[in-house]
């Protein structure tokens, strides 16, 4: 019913880096305008390489904020817009395609040009200075080689918007998607994506404290993003039209996602908030073409043909696809020949930009509530505080208004009209609290009914399912736990509630193990480690710590029976959360499963490292050999131990940690990357630590010299206001110098 057809276009190494090199050339105007610009931008490096950004406008500190993240990584900058303009392939090689074809079904390149074009005067601005300062770089730099984009375009930021690298989009099924467009049945179809079941969680953290729980009386903020490591770069945007901002920014946007101003600061958390939805629409085919039915009615399919360039070896070859849309949205799957799958979701670009930078300059509760007005950030939470002592938090934004009569976790009919969204919930609808009088809020990518603790969160009966349909883990647990506890914060001890070291999964999943395990004499003496295992399990207070053999011990044994238990979900059930899945593996497995799970990660221990009982931080490891978006490892070179563990078990500082080709030893890839604690008093405080540090150069000072700190829970000073730039400056100078 579908096809697409294959054209080869054979290009000649030698002209495919002619044309490389062409198109790295700038015109002489273009050359003498960046210039003049850069003249209008100071950078000052302070002592830890991060970048405090002076512009005269708001586009002078884009200028410079791009420049900077193009001198401290400009291979990621790279890799984010290749990602969000679908163009992987053209790297990466034909396994990439379906990547590039899912970003294509959404937006395309004429689109976001049309965008930029229509956008208000200002945001043009920005835009040009996106593009500015990022040429202006590659200008500056010849020995600079991008992998394909060697020239960037304004209108790149519109399909980048919101902060989160792929945004909805990535939830779409890439293997459902890959066997419609292959002309492949898809089965199961509700969840083809297997894989994801086992990947470490990502997400964020977010804790704000009301003035009334804080020892100086002022708000306070964590802000602890979950991601890929080095993923956010840290850095400070000032400009002369108000602009004042400190945070986290995505490489090669121009915004602080995360972060915070003078008046206020905002944390976003992963949100599972119902923004998107699946139509099954019903197909017939006549005369070789497509209709699907509506109210009755029959409808003609939407029909075009896109060509998708991608790399094989020396060679640039095309891929031709015919891609297919019903009024609802793209076609991204089907559940029979006579059903196919149209996803509808938020592709509002323009006012997702917008939102992400106007937030930066809001100046408290009730204009940054205002902006939130645009409702572009549709794969998101906020948790809030400003310096008048408000603390808030949103679940999500962009809300479509839905019949509750349907349930919107499946997909819908797509011919019946009642299913059609009726407009958009405003801000004031959203799940949200407000100072609210347990004088705490948390989100840890959970639910948002225990956003303050009982009592004081918002009350599920009052907002329809599809609202928040995010269940609870077990960081959100602890996160209640934690900060329900104690009565005063101050930013050391927001510090080590962030950095809490109970594990909260562990209160779950042990008791059953240790109740299981009832040995006779002779099973005991036949079987000694095992007998002292449990003994190690039964004293443990399930906190993590780099001496702790019970850690290791335990999370090679959750490991092995969550493993087990996976195998016997049964295929057609939707994706368990995290708890109601643990509580399945605990209820699936036999007692006799469970203590032979754990024989089998004491053997394992003792096959990798001579004993089972390792010190978990002599397991777990920090370490940055090459900077490169793949960072490679290796146990013969220096590492650095971490007690903290994968989110999973409810640690709240996350380090999802793995065993790489060659390794034992595990190493982080993913969890906290930028983390901040923030203070709002007359004058702002705040202390700050990234992942390894500035730059991903190896060898240059700023590679590695926060590892430490963020290994051991602690974190540097951060310099907000002039002065202590001043005081603390490794160097000044303009772009291009």
């Not at 406008?57 to 900077?68: C, E, K, P």
């Not at 891929?319 to 009024?327: A, D, S």
Request: proline share 6%.
């Amino acid at each position: 019913m579908r096809f697409f057809s294959v054209r080869y276009f054979l290009v000649l190494p030698a002209l495919l880096a002619g044309a490389a090199a062409q198109a790295q050339k700038f015109t002489a105007p273009e050359l003498a305008r960046w210039k003049q610009q850069a003249q209008q931008v100071s950078i000052t490096r302070d002592t830890w390489g991060v970048p405090h950004i002076y512009g005269k406008t708001d586009a002078d500190a884009v200028f410079g904020l791009l420049y900077t993240q193009c001198e401290d990584d400009f291979e990621r900058v790279e890799a984010n817009y290749l990602d969000a303009i679908g163009r992987q392939a053209e790297v990466d090689g034909e396994a990439a395609l379906y990547h590039d074809l899912r970003a294509r079904l959404f937006m395309d390149s004429t689109q976001a040009l049309a965008i930029y074009r229509k956008s208000p005067p200002e945001m043009k601005k920005l835009l040009d200075a996106f593009a500015a300062g990022t040429n202006y770089y590659l200008a500056t730099h010849p020995t600079v080689r991008p992998k394909l984009l060697r020239r960037f375009q304004p209108w790149m930021p519109l399909m980048f918007s919101e902060g989160s690298i792929g945004g909805n989009i990535s939830v779409v099924s890439m293997e459902r998607l890959k066997a419609f467009y292959s002309q492949k049945k898809s089965s199961p179809w509700i969840d083809t994506d297997f894989e994801k079941k086992d990947r470490e969680p990502t997400g964020s953290n977010g804790f704000a404290i009301a003035p009334a729980k804080t020892a100086n009386g002022h708000a306070l903020l964590l802000i602890n993003p979950h991601t890929s490591f080095y993923f956010r770069s840290e850095v400070q945007m000032v400009s002369q039209q108000g602009l004042n901002a400190y945070g986290a920014v995505t490489w090669g946007q121009f915004f602080v996602y995360q972060g915070f101003n003078e008046h206020c600061g905002w944390m976003h958390t992963s949100s599972q908030a119902d923004s998107m939805d699946e139509y099954l629409e019903a197909i017939e085919k006549k005369n070789g073409a497509f209709f699907y039915k509506y109210g009755g009615k029959l409808r003609p399919v939407q029909v075009e043909k896109v060509s998708l360039p991608y790399r094989d070896g020396d060679r640039m070859l095309r891929k031709e696809f015919t891609i297919y849309r019903t009024h609802h949205g793209p076609i991204v799957g089907q559940k029979t020949d006579q059903q196919w799958v149209a996803v509808r979701m938020m592709n509002e670009p323009l006012a997702a930009l917008q939102q992400s930078y106007l937030r930066t300059k809001a100046t408290g509760y009730t204009s940054f509530q205002e902006v939130m007005k645009l409702n572009g950030n549709a794969s998101n939470n906020t948790v809030f505080a400003d310096s008048k002592g408000s603390i808030a938090y949103w679940h999500g934004n962009f809300m479509p208004r839905r019949d509750a009569k349907f349930d919107w976790s499946q997909p819908v009919d797509g011919s019946n009209p009642a299913t059609e969204w009726k407009g958009f919930h405003g801000v004031n609808e959203l799940v949200q609290v407000h100072n609210p009088a347990s004088g705490f809020i948390q989100n840890c990518n959970s639910t948002p009914y225990t956003v303050s603790g009982p009592g004081s969160s918002p009350v599920a009966a009052k907002y329809p399912k599809y609202m928040a349909p995010d269940a609870e883990n077990y960081r959100g647990l602890n996160a209640v736990r934690v900060l329900s506890r104690k009565a005063v914060f101050s930013l050391d001890t927001l510090i080590a509630a962030a950095d809490d070291p109970h594990l909260t999964a562990f209160d779950d999943m042990l008791p059953p193990l240790l109740t299981a395990y009832q040995p006779t004499s002779a099973e005991k003496a036949a079987a000694p480690a095992l007998d002292e295992a449990v003994q190690v399990l039964r004293a443990w207070n399930h906190n993590y710590s780099k001496t702790s053999v019970a850690q290791t011990v335990a999370i090679y044994w959750a490991e092995r029976l969550l493993a087990k238990a996976r195998a016997r979900v049964p295929a057609a059930q939707p994706q368990l959360d995290y708890i109601s899945f643990t509580k399945f593996a605990l209820a699936d497995t036999s007692p006799a499963e469970k203590v032979a799970a754990l024989t089998e990660a004491l053997d394992d221990l003792t096959r990798d490292f001579g004993t089972w009982k390792m010190p978990w931080g002599d397991v777990n490891r920090f370490q940055r050999l090459t900077g490169k978006v793949q960072e490679t490892y290796d146990d013969q070179q220096t590492s650095l131990p971490v007690a903290f563990t994968s989110s999973a078990w409810g640690s709240l500082a996350a380090f999802g940690a793995r065993t790489y080709p060659g390794t034992k030893k595990r190493y982080g890839n993913v969890g906290n990357s930028f983390v901040a604690v923030v203070e709002f008093g007359p004058r702002i405080t705040a202390r700050s630590v990234v992942t390894g540090g500035q730059s991903s150069r190896p060898g240059t000072p700023h590679f590695t010299d926060q590892a430490d700190l963020y290994a051991n829970g602690r974190f540097k000073e951060v310099r907000f206001y002039p002065e202590d730039v001043k005081a603390h400056t490794e160097k000044t100078y303009h772009p291009g110098e």
